[in-house]
């Protein structure tokens, strides 16, 4: 019930990808919220403070950075999850606070692994 | 008592010589000293000797290429002077000779003859008029002293007693060695200053001609000398010390910031350290130039430092290019791994409900197994892409596999798919007629126009994208002029002319935008070997308009029999 509460936003541009990784944490019972661009990520977070964040780097416009640093500054240490297929994917997500990277293409047992300790930490 | 007067008189006449001498040599080394031009000053010496010294004086020098020179011959009378030219002209030096200039030179050490006997003059003479005529000269005593420099002997001072009546004596030939050693020693440094003068005046042609720049500094960093070269790359001036360099903007390392005391070449080269392969950068307004080059100190033989010398040339077009390769291998991995995890995690998905024992409705198998198809297919066209990238690198053409199409149906093809990327965007095909039947290489015409779309789409951020679609005749040929156009940030106008450049990239993308920087490149030259054209216009703010126009090429017209 809490998770309904605060959804899970899952942010990337790639999107056959966005809904493998919408059903997957779906199937594990989570309320996921999905946005392919810096813009509406921003904007349904704005809508509901997301328990946490799966965040791809490489958006158009509004990068992965640019939308990190607008949700710290709504919600100061919201989890965030790195999605790249950077090879700096380990620089990036330091940059941007986030305790957990994944690096493309990942396994999506460990994006679950993640979001669970990210989650329940 | 008259014992006593001569006595006296002898020793004033002695005093007399000696303060004549020491005035003369006084004289004699003002004049060696006044000029670097020895042969000028060897000659007034010899002028300066008659008839105070000597009744005659000549000076002789060995040259470069061991000949001996007659440098001067002085005597207050001149027709004297060319009488003893005359002589030189008609009896040939002999270097065995046992007497005179050839026995000092070859032996180093001072000759005095006394009293000169007639039967040396005859010896020395073999022709009967000279013989008079020198005997005539009345020669009654000579010294001839050698000019030593370091060891070697690069002359002689020949000083001859006539007329005057006086027989030199050993205090004389002392005076006259004393005198050869500062000659001497004038010679040797005017040549050495000569010798240093051509060494420099070589140096620094070779260093003017060198493409690599040339810098030397002093122990203080203070540039002494710069040639043409390291003036064009805009190395610093001088004026400049070490501390002008260390924290200066203008001057960074490859990674933009400016040198501490520990980095910067020229310090550590100071400091004794030999640099090479070192990198920095010079900023001149916004114009940045990518320096390698290399710092040595310089030392004397007994290790003084002199200072350094760094050369260095302009590479700002190699780690440009470097740069652009490494940004574009970067962004061709993102983009292959990009559609690469959506197969990977719709693959993982599917397997993941299977696992499970779920019962996994066809809808939901037939999207996932769509999705890896279309992500496949484009990864298939990214590395064609690639390939053809390669292709055009090599300047190798592309071979076009062209077939009968429909360009109307490729287009809505490509539309289909950018669409299926995006649901931000609209994109819109505006053509007026049903088909267009020519012979294109389908792949790549799609694969140019999905790049089109795919970067209106990257680059804003939402609105309608444009396709349209106008056909006309121009003179006699049938063209479609294909136009995208986006509602984008636009393209900054310095970046228009260079777009279609490989791994160029427009600089308010550059850093916030994946892309490889090849996609517009391979589309012009696919474009081009189709017979057409490419061309861009841009407003900012406003939105980018791409526009291809092609000829229709018609399929090979068969022969039909209708009706």
């Known amino acids: ?121 | 008592v008259a014992d006593e007067r001569a006595d006296l008189r002898a020793a004033d006449q002695a005093l007399r010589d000696t303060q004549a001498r020491t005035a003369f040599l006084a004289e004699a080394s003002n004049v060696l000293a006044s000029s670097l031009d020895y042969e000028t000053t060897l000659a007034s010496v010899a002028h300066l000797a008659v008839p105070r010294i000597a009744d005659w004086c000549g000076v002789d020098i060995v040259q470069a290429d061991g000949t001996v020179r007659s440098l001067a011959v002085a005597h207050v009378d001149p027709t004297k002077v060319e009488l003893a030219r005359e002589l030189q002209r008609r009896v040939p030096y002999d270097p065995n000779s046992p007497v005179g200039v050839p026995n000092v030179l070859r032996t180093g050490r001072p000759e005095i003859i006394r009293e000169i006997p007639d039967e040396l003059l005859a010896a020395s003479i073999s022709e009967e008029d000279l013989l008079e005529m020198v005997r005539d000269l009345g020669l009654r005593s000579s010294m001839v002293v050698p000019l030593i420099a370091r060891g070697h002997t690069i002359g002689a001072i020949t000083l001859v007693a006539a007329e005057s009546g006086r027989l030199f004596t050993d205090a004389d030939l002392d005076f006259a060695t004393d005198l050869a050693g500062r000659a001497a020693l004038a010679v040797d440094n005017a040549r050495l200053y000569r010798e240093s003068q051509e060494l420099a005046a070589h140096q620094e042609a070779i260093l003017q001609q060198m493409a690599d720049g040339v810098a030397i500094t002093d122990t203080s960093g203070h540039v002494t000398f710069r040639n043409q070269a390291a003036r064009e790359i805009g190395s610093s001036e001088s004026g400049h010390v070490l501390d002008d360099y260390v924290g200066n903007p203008e001057i960074l390392t490859l990674e933009g910031e400016p040198f501490t005391a520990e980095q910067l070449p020229l310090a550590r080269a100071l400091r004794g350290e030999t640099v090479t392969d070192a990198y920095w950068v010079l900023r001149h307004g916004d114009v940045e130039t990518v320096v390698q080059g290399n710092a040595a100190p310089v030392h004397l033989p007994d290790g003084t430092l002199l200072g350094v010398v760094t050369t260095f040339r302009d590479v700002t077009a190699q780690v440009t290019l470097e740069r652009q390769k490494n940004a574009f291998l970067s962004a061709a991995a993102h983009d292959l791994k990009t559609p690469l995890t959506s197969v990977k995690a719709l693959a993982q998905m599917l397997l993941r409900r299977v696992e499970r024992g779920e019962q996994v409705s066809g809808d939901v198998v037939r999207t996932g197994l769509a999705r890896i198809d279309a992500a496949v297919d484009r990864m298939t066209r990214l590395i064609n892409e690639l390939l053809d990238a390669t292709r055009i690198q090599m300047g190798t053409m592309l071979e076009l596999n062209r077939a009968e199409h429909d360009l109307i149906a490729l287009l809505h093809q490509a539309v289909q798919d950018c669409q299926e990327g995006t649901e931000q965007h609209r994109i819109v095909l505006e053509a007026p007629e049903m088909t267009i039947t020519g012979l294109w290489d389908a792949d790549r015409i799609q694969r140019v126009f999905g790049n089109l779309l795919g970067n209106a789409v990257r680059y804003s951020p939402g609105g309608i994208v444009r396709v349209r679609l106008c056909h006309h005749d121009e003179d006699g040929a049938s063209w479609v002029a294909v136009a995208v156009m986006d509602q984008g940030p636009g393209i900054p106008a310095g970046d228009l002319a260079h777009i279609f450049e490989r791994f160029y990239r427009g600089a308010n993308v550059r850093d916030r935008v994946a892309g490889t920087g090849i996609g517009l490149t391979s589309a012009k030259h696919i474009v081009e070997q189709h017979g057409g054209t490419i061309e861009v216009t841009s407003e900012l703010g406003r939105g980018t308009t791409f526009t291809v126009h092609l000829p229709v090429t018609p399929p090979a017209t068969e022969e039909t029999t209708s009706g």
């Open chain 1, 1 to 121: 019930v809490a998770e309904h509460a605060h959804p899970i936003l899952v942010v990337d541009d790639e999107l056959p990808l966005l809904a493998a990784m919408e059903w997957v944490l779906a199937d594990e019972g989570w309320h996921v919220e999905t946005a392919t661009t810096g813009e509406e990520a921003l904007d349904r977070a704005a809508e509901r403070e997301p328990a946490l964040v799966v965040l791809d780097m490489a958006l158009p416009l509004i990068n992965g950075e640019g939308v990190a640093s607008r949700l710290r500054t709504m919600y100061g240490d919201v989890p965030i999850i790195v999605v790249t297929a950077d090879g700096r994917a380990e620089a990036k997500a330091r940059r941007v606070g986030a305790r957990t990277y994944l690096q493309k293409p990942f396994n999506l047992d460990d994006l679950i692994d993640s979001v669970r300790s990210n989650l329940y930490a």
